[in-house]
């Protein structure tokens, strides 16, 4: 019998726009893009140029501290132009569809049969290998560690999170594929987080090699930190890696095709939309090829992610790598003139400021503004309340800020990544970038302590 846990400390924040359960066919998009900055810690070295004919899962470029580390094209194509920053910074390789579906070919073999080298050499040839992260420090995982753990969370409990029981219909044999090859890459338990709460899919029922647990209560119960630290919490000198479900499943695809399939399934969802659905699309597409044309207004943040955790990008941007869900909400560029002084009905508010809080049921349309100036960092105990891990939140960020190493190793900086703290940051009366401090602490720790 699967365990049962039950996360009191959370919040559940009810919007407006949930993705309905319709599963919608895109077609080809005008570009994909792979965008280095998806992934935390890489320094990016192209092996292409402008102009230059890939096919699905030819090399765009590698980690210049790791050259096993592909990251490579999920279409056939031709690379249309490498997107720059400050200091010629890669910020995406974009690539221009030619239709042909043309695939580079990968070791096709059941991972029963593979050695965990070979079940390596393959993930990183095929571009793959950057879908497993590892903690502490939410990085792309080192072929070179062997984990005591690997986390599969199968719940999105973010507002207006995806439903990976819908996404995951159909795709069991590829699920468990990906399960028995990630199995030979770690001498621990697989462990699948679900959600005790609603009726789980076949591919999460019948799976093998993996132990289930049931979470119930609020969110953050689907993030895969809060699984960690309920059930295999990390250590000083420890190492557990993390996989998407999707990502499982292609996984799963390239040993039983031989080949780098970058479809997945992502959800539309928001207040701004006239349509909302989850469209069957390829890793890193355009999303005006399913987004523009079913916006209800046009003053609006797109979203790749959460809106607790998510990264904004622009009308012409593409899905973040690791992103199943693109959000739409207004974009809060306004001033409301006295509007605190207001009953609010219609405003969304933890502290029970407005007299929202007498309808608990209500979803909410929310803007981007940040409803208050930004002000010193406060102890107010609200984050207490919201944050389900056995570590005090308030003295982390602190320690943190002042960059005190070891009174951060103390406090349980192992144990977390940035989206663990995005509803304490949610609810911080203080306007405090505290998902930006945690990631600043993290990438010191990586630098002192490699």
Known sequence: MSKVIKIKKGLDIKLKGKAEKVLH???TAATYAVKPTDFTGITP????KEG???KAGSALFFDKYNSDVL???PVSGAVKKVVRGERRKILEVVVEPNGKGEYESFKKAAPADLSREEIINNLQKSGLWPSIKMRPYSIVAKASDTPKAIFISGIDSAPLGVDYNFILQGKE????AGIDALKKLTNGKIHLGIDADVEPCPAFVNVKNVEITKYTGRHPKGLVGTQIHKVDPINKGEVVWVVEPQKVVSIGRLFTEGRYDASKVVALAGSELKETGYFQIIEGANIDSFAKERLASEHVRYISGSVLSGSRIEASGHMGYYDSLLTVIPEGDHYEFFGWIAPGFDKYSVSRTFFSWLNPKKEY????????GKRALMITGAFEKVFPFDIFPMQLIKATIIEDIDLMEKLGIYEVVEEDFALCEFVDTSKTDIQAIVRNGLDLMIKEMS
């Open 52 to 54: 230059d004919a890939v």
């Open 25 to 27: 066919k895109v077609g």
């Open 365 to 372: 349309i929310v803007d981007t503004n940040l409803k208050g």
């Open 173 to 176: 044999k590829e699920f468990q």
């Open 45 to 48: 070295k192209l092996l292409v």
């Open 71 to 73: 990251f490579t094209s």
